[in-house]
Every structure is written in C-alpha cells, then in structure tokens.
T-cell receptor, first 110, second 112 residues
Framework: DAGVTQSPTHLIKTRGQHVTLRCSPI?????VSWYQQVLGQGPQFIFQ???????GRGNFPDRFSARQFPNYSSELNVNALLLGDSALYLC?????????FGPGTRLTVL | ELKVEQNPLFLSMQEGKNYTIYCNYS?????LYWYRQDPGKSLESLFV?????AVKQEGRLMASLDTKARLSTLHITAAVHDLSATYFC????????????FGKGTRLHILP
C-alpha cells in the first residue's frame, strides 16, 4: 500500500517568493494535516483538513494557507517567504487516531 | 494550552544498557503517540497509547501511559546501535482538529 506522498522533496526559494507544497494521503484517509519542523525541534501543527473543510489552524501567520481537493489531496501555500520559513514540512493523513506522516518537503529560503 | 515536555533531550548510552525517556504533558488527554525520526527523514509511528494504563511493546522498546499523572515513558531494554535516533512523544489535544502537540524530542545516541 502506498503511504503518504509529498512533492517536491526539496525546494530552494528566495525571500519574498511564494511556494506550493503538495500532499497525497493514504488511500481512504479523508483527513490531512500539515506540520512545520524547524531543525532541532519537534513538528508544529499548521492546519488540518477533513472532507475539504478546514478543521484546525495552528499559530501561523496568514501567509500560510492550505486547501484540500475532492480526492483528499492537499496543498500548502506560503506567501512572502521569510528566512525563518526554512524547515521540513510534513503532511500527515489519518483514518481516525494515528497520523501517518509523509517523507516531507525540505524548504530552504535564501 | 497543552504543553509537552520530554526528558532527557540528549542521551548517550552504551549498548546493552537500559534507559527510560519521560514525557510529561500539562492538560488532560487520553491519546499519546511515540514517533522515531532518523536524521533527514520523516516520522515513523512506534506506539499509539489510547487509555490509562496502556502498555505496548515492540522489540526492545516498551511504552506506557498514566493519564492521571499525565506521564508516558518509553523504556529501552538492552540498547543496540540501531536504536540511535530522535524519539518524539506527541499528545492529542482531543479537539475536533486532530491537532497533536509534540515534545522537543530526545536525541538518543547508542555507543557500540
């Protein structure tokens, strides 16, 4: 069975640019969550979507937005990139309780 | 707001020894997760603990949950080098949004 997939794997952007990260959940999972993991820290919750509805938002600025599509895949968008946005962005899908994490997208902002 | 504290944050130990990682959290929750992360990699689910007194074991790792004390432990028995990784506990906020709060992680280095 395919796990959670994310694209791209790595990305380098410059300050002020915009980025879109993509996630495909495990087949049958309707919930997708996004986390940011800065080097040396635990992941921090950004968003959760269920059946295309935003169910939760973490303490991130409005530059961060997301959406979920009818096939339950999801996009995370970040506008006006800052150096501090450099991190590993993790997507997780869930059937009920356990969240299964994808391989992540490593974003570097120069 | 829910806070999750792990200790120790760094642990260097020799193969064959036993040790315990502690995870304390600040508000009521009945769901706690342990994840493993290798350098540059994503998170691998180790254990899901869903009730007070839950104990789960896989190989040399055993996790337990005491919801009354708001404490979980991850015990390592007779450590081997392959267990070197960062271990995170994460606690479910029990809200509608599936939000889980992670600890800072315990970086475990096992010396051969």
């Amino acid at each position: 069975d395919a796990g959670v997939t994310q694209s791209p794997t790595h990305l380098i952007k410059t300050r002020g640019q915009h980025v879109t990260l993509r996630c495909s959940p495990i087949s049958g999972h309707k919930s997708v969550s996004w986390y940011q993991q800065v080097l040396g820290q635990g992941p921090q919750f950004i968003f959760q979507y269920y059946e295309k509805e935003e169910r939760g938002r973490g303490n991130f600025p409005d530059r961060f937005s997301a959406r979920q599509f009818p096939n339950y895949s999801s996009e995370l968008n970040v506008n006006a990139l800052l150096l501090g946005d450099s991190a590993l962005y993790l997507c997780a899908s869930s059937p009920h309780t356990t969240q299964y994490f994808g391989p992540g997208t490593r974003l570097t902002v120069l | 707001e829910l806070k999750v504290e792990q200790n120790p944050l760094f642990l260097s130990m020799q193969e064959g020894k036993n040790y315990t990682i502690y995870c304390n959290y600040s508000t009521t929750s009945d769901r706690l997760y342990w994840y493993r992360q290798d350098p540059g990699k994503s998170l691998e689910s180790l254990f899901v603990l869903l009730s007070n007194g839950a104990v789960k074991q896989e190989g040399r790792l055993m996790a337990s949950l005491d919801t009354k004390a708001r404490l979980s432990t991850l015990h390592i028995t007779a450590a081997v080098h392959d267990l070197s990784a960062t271990y995170f506990c994460a606690v479910d906020t029990m809200n509608r949004d599936d939000k889980i709060i992670f600890g800072k992680g315990t970086r475990l280095h096992i010396l051969p």
